[in-house]
C-alpha cells in the first residue's frame, strides 16, 4: 500500500505549446510537480503534488555548498491510441538510489517513485506533445536541504518529479553529429562519482564541452581518468561502435552512467542475434579501425537523443569520418525499434513499457 499523494491542482492553468510549435528541450514546464521530504528519523514524508512554482530555500542550504544533489532522466510518450507509456521506469529509480548511495542520500522506494510518476502525468497529461521526436520529459531529482555550512551529510532532503513537454534533444535530429574527443580534461576515475548521475559530474564536464563547441563540434567524446587512452562516454550519453559487425562499448567500470538506452541496445541486439562486447577500447584502436574500415558504425545513447549518429570523431590532429557521414542500419534499426516500441507503434516484445 503506498503513501497517500495529496494532490493541490492549480487555479491558474498555463498556456500548453499548440501543435506544431517548436520545442526546445528542457525549455517549456507543466502545471505540477511532485514533491515529497526527508526528516532524519522519520524518514521520506509528506508526498504531495502542487502547482509548479519557485519555493523558498535557505542561502545556506547544503546543496548549494557541498553538491549532494542527484537527478534522473526519463519520458512519457503518447501513443497513436492516446494511451501513454512510460519507457522502462523501474530502472530510472533504481539507478537513483545508486547514485544516493554514492553521495549519502537516503534511499527511496522505486514502486512508489513510478506509482508518483504515474500520477503527476497523469494530472499533466494534456501537456504531452504528440509530434514526431517530441515526448513529455521527467526530471526526477532529489537535493540536500538542511540550512548548515559544514561538511557532513545532510539530515533533510527534498525529492521533486517536474515535467517539460519537448522535441528533439539535438536541432538536427538523428543527423549524425560531429565529436570531439576531449585529451586534456578528465570526466571521471573509477572510486569517484563517475557511475553516479549527480550534479557535480556535469558541472565539471562544462569546459570541455565549451571547447568543443568553439571547435565546431557538437558533444565530447571522454577518455578515462588515468591514462586517458580508453574511451569511457560521451557528454550526455554512453557510446556504442559497430566494429566488424559486432557492437561494441566500452564495458562499465565505474567511472560510466549506467546508461538505460545503452542497456536497451545491447538487449535489442543479442534479441536480434547481434555479437554484443563489453570491453575496454582504446582511442587508437577506434582511431585504426576507422582507418581500415572496420569501424562501420558509431553512435550515442541516452534518454534524450534515444540514438544519436556520430559522423565525424576528432583526435588530437587526426579526424575520421564514419560511414561517410550517414546514418548507419543498425543506428537506424535501434532509433525506429526503441522509438517504435515508446510511441507504441513497435510490439514490445521485451516488455519495457508501462503504461499510465
Known sequence: ???IITITETTSPKAKPTPGQPLPFGKYFTDHMFIMDYVNGQGWINPRIEPYAPFPIEPSTMVFHYGQAVFEGLKA?????????????????ERINNSNDRLVIPKL????CVHATKELVNLDKEWIPSGEEESLYIRPFVIATD???GVRASDTYRFMIILSPSGAYYSQGIDPVKIY???KYV???????GFAKCAGNYGSSLIAQEIAHKKGYVQVLWLDGIEQKYIEEVGSMNILFVIDGKLVTPALNGSILPGITRRSCIELAKSLGMEV???????DELIETGKTGRLSEVFGSGTAAVISPVGELKYEEKAITIN?????????????TITGIQKGTVEDKLGWMTKV
Open 1 to 3: 500500500m503506498f503513501p
Open 277 to 283: 562486447e563489453e570491453r575496454s577500447i582504446s582511442i
Open 181 to 183: 574527443v576531449e585529451d
Open 147 to 149: 540550512p548548515f555550512l
Open 109 to 112: 522506494d522505486p514502486e512508489f
Open 324 to 336: 561517410n557521414n550517414k546514418i548507419g542500419p543498425v543506428e537506424q534499426l535501434f532509433y525506429d
Open 187 to 193: 570526466r571521471a576515475v573509477r572510486g569517484g562519482t
Open 77 to 93: 510518450y503518447r501513443c497513436l491510441d492516446g494511451s501513454v507509456n512510460l519507457f522502462r521506469p523501474m530502472l530510472n529509480y
